[in-house]
């Protein structure tokens, strides 16, 4: 029996066939796999990608695991990784195969309405918002330790099937890393993660925006135009001084 760290060295290059013969068995059974592939060092390329990564790395709590959970997201030993509102649960290719769950709070919802209404007029539309697409102010609001997005330690549970004693394993490092790696292609699946709905961000900017355009111009709204054309009468309107 094998105690914390003292386990059989695997190769990569071993981790990655038993990833790829335990994930076929996987699909075989009919489960959709969604494996994270990283080419090259860099792990995230976006700014929500890059901003989770960000973030895991600049906790004490997790400073010692998380080198050697990039080396495993590297060379590809993570199987399966799924994302669902509040959990993570990931499949790891070690030493032997683990399984991962990583339990995620969700985001208060007062922390949530205070940087809707931070970001009120800051974000112009959807496409703006997921690609990352925004002002400094607007990243440094969205990432700000403690009342922004992005989870601090105390919000995050870990649990991985491996027999290392430490809470945050080197699996669970992979893990927490290949969300990063996936948030490149699915900006979304954040705001699942956090279960908060991110067309709050843009819908309360464009109504805010849309509000200020109406007063700006002065227009009529279209109920007062319908009114005076069904009925025949002219509206009362403020007087200019």
Same mark, same amino acid.
């Given at each position: ?57 600049s906790y004490s709590d997790y400073a010692n695991r998380m ?6 997201v590297r060379n590809g030993s993570i199987v399966d990784l ?18 991962? *769950?990583?339990?995620?709070? !969700?985001?208060?919802?007062? #922390?949530?309405?205070? +940087?809707? &209404?931070?970001? %009120? $007029? ?5 496409? *703006?918002?997921?690609?990352? !697409?925004?002002?400094?102010? #607007?990243?440094?609001? +969205?990432? &700000?330790?403690? %009342? $922004? ?25 992979a893990a927490l890393y290949g969300v990063g790696a996936r ?59």
């Amino acid at each position: 029996m094998f105690y914390g760290e003292f386990r059989p060295y695997v190769s990569a290059a071993e981790r990655r066939k038993r990833a790829a013969r335990h994930a076929a068995k996987l699909a075989k059974a009919g489960r959709a796999i969604k494996a994270i592939r990283i080419e090259g060092r860099t792990i995230a390329h976006s700014f929500w990608g890059k901003a989770w990564c960000d973030n895991l790395e600049s906790y004490s709590d997790y400073a010692n695991r998380m080198p050697r959970g990039r080396t495993y997201v590297r060379n590809g030993s993570i199987v399966d990784l799924q994302i669902a509102p509040g959990r993570v649960t990931a499949i790891v290719s070690g030493s032997e195969i683990y399984e991962i *769950e990583i339990g995620i709070d !969700r985001l208060d919802r007062r #922390v949530w309405k205070a +940087l809707v &209404r931070e970001c %009120t $007029g800051r974000i112009g539309s959807m496409v *703006e918002l997921l690609q990352g !697409r925004f002002s400094d102010e #607007v990243m440094q609001i +969205l990432a &700000r330790p403690k %009342t $922004g997005l992005f989870p601090s330690p105390k919000q995050i549970r870990l649990s991985c099937s491996c027999p290392d004693w430490a809470e945050m394993c080197k699996h669970v490092a992979a893990a927490l890393y290949g969300v990063g790696a996936r948030l490149d292609a699915e900006p979304e699946i954040f705001f699942t993660l956090r279960q908060v709905d991110q067309t709050e961000l843009v819908s309360e900017a464009s109504t805010a925006k849309q509000l200020r355009k109406r007063k700006a111009t002065g227009k009529r709204t279209v109920a007062a135009v319908d009114l005076e054309s069904v009925f025949g009468i002219e509206l009362d309107r403020p007087r200019r001084r």
